[in-house]
């Protein structure tokens, strides 16, 4: 089957939940380890034994006998696993999908993606650093804030309400400068946001609709505590139409669409975007089009910097003696950055910003404005040149 696509001229493949394909020999049931009414039973087929058996068939009889792109969807991936398996020589896939800053907001005390909690900048520090150096020079990242199973990126980890445009540039720029390849979903481009459907009849998630029920119908769980967790956290905000204009269901169809469209189409949509050299549409171009340009945004080495900061996300990218440095507010406060004494540089060169910027303001030393974004282009210091001095008896 895969031949009869890649004849057919596809591109190549993303594997949805590839490495579950490996299972526990003899089928064993889960444990029941908790009273919930579902038990987690991935220690039988998240990973399995013979998995990487497995995907080196895939590649032999059929990936490597075309020029194409892989993609695996991958949940409870390790970076020791992703090295194995996106590794340039010895691997099997381009890059996989991993989940853990997908679950920064989630109480892991509990088993539910319902049970919420406010995720922490550090938290996503944390993750995403050791996910940049543990795959540097052995693997390669997929960069991604949104897919088709996630609530809207700039609702989750920005702001969808005064800072929506600020906050989605500010996203951009953190996936667009960190080393792998960056994702964009659609509407991402143009900062859609959640929706907040009133009534569970709007919502059209099989997952969302028996969530529902469980808890409002059996548990007894206040309604409007049910559709809060809904509004945050339901594959439908992902899943509504794409808005392309301020016409009857955002340009999406003349007839009646599946789901309804958010409410805010007449203000967010393509149509818009296109129409406003500033938008964030017009940001995420200038975005991949930097990333054409400068090859240390490709492949230059990340290391993050002020990593106790609780506001602040910084680090630095470095290819020979050309570096970036990338500074990101994730909040709506106006925190100070102090460039740490041991990145000196030569010069520098303000690559794209979400506000304007004095292009001879000092590094050094910034305040910040909420969720603001700035890139920079510096030199290292050149070394000084050896001096040879004569020496006289």
Do not use: C
């Not at 500033?278 to 090859?295: C, D, G, M, T, V």
Request: overall charge negative; glycine content about 4%.
């Amino acid at each position: 089957m895969m031949h009869w696509w890649l004849k057919k001229g596809i591109d190549g493949f993303r594997m949805d939940v590839i490495n579950m394909i490996s299972k526990a020999p003899g089928l064993p049931d889960a444990p029941v380890v908790t009273s919930d009414r579902y038990q987690f039973g991935g220690q039988y087929f998240i990973h399995g034994p013979r998995l990487l058996e497995f995907l080196q068939e895939m590649k032999q009889e059929v990936l490597s006998n075309y020029d194409i792109f892989t993609v695996g969807e991958m949940p409870l991936v390790t970076t020791e696993h992703a090295v194995d398996i996106t590794h340039e020589e010895t691997g099997h896939l381009n890059m996989l999908f991993q989940f853990e800053h997908m679950d920064l907001d989630r109480d892991r005390a509990n088993s539910s993606k319902w049970d919420l909690k406010p995720w922490d900048l550090l938290d996503l520090k944390r993750v995403m650093t050791r996910w940049q150096k543990d795959l540097e020079d052995k693997g390669w990242n997929s960069l991604y804030l949104s897919n088709h199973d996630q609530p809207r990126a700039v609702s989750r980890f920005g702001d969808d309400g005064r800072y929506r445009v600020e906050s989605a540039k500010l996203l951009a720029t953190f996936l667009h400068m960190l080393h792998g390849t960056p994702y964009v979903y659609q509407g991402e481009e143009i900062g859609m946001t959640n929706v907040r459907f009133e009534s569970i009849e709007d919502y059209r998630d099989i997952e969302t609709r028996n969530m529902y029920r469980e808890f409002v119908e059996e548990k007894g769980v206040d309604p409007q505590v049910v559709m809060s967790m809904i509004h945050a956290r339901s594959r439908d905000n992902a899943r509504t139409p794409m808005q392309w204009d301020a016409g009857e269901h955002a340009g999406f169809t003349t007839g009646t669409p599946w789901i309804r469209v958010n409410p805010n189409y007449p203000t967010i949509n393509a149509a818009q975007a296109l129409a406003d050299p500033n938008s964030i549409f017009a940001y995420y171009q200038q975005l991949i089009r930097l990333r054409k340009e400068h090859p240390v945004i490709v492949y230059g080495n990340y290391d993050l910097i002020l990593d106790a900061h609780a506001e602040v996300y910084a680090f630095t990218r470095t290819l020979d003696d050309e570096r970036l440095l990338v500074i990101l507010n994730f909040t709506r406060n106006t925190p100070v950055f102090a460039l740490p004494t041991h990145i000196p540089f030569s010069d520098k060169e303000l690559l794209i910003s979400n506000y304007e910027v004095d292009p001879a303001e000092d590094i050094r030393l910034l305040t910040l404005r909420p969720f603001e974004a700035r890139v920079y282009r510096t030199l290292k210091p050149e070394k000084s040149p050896l001096r040879i001095e004569p020496v006289f008896p």
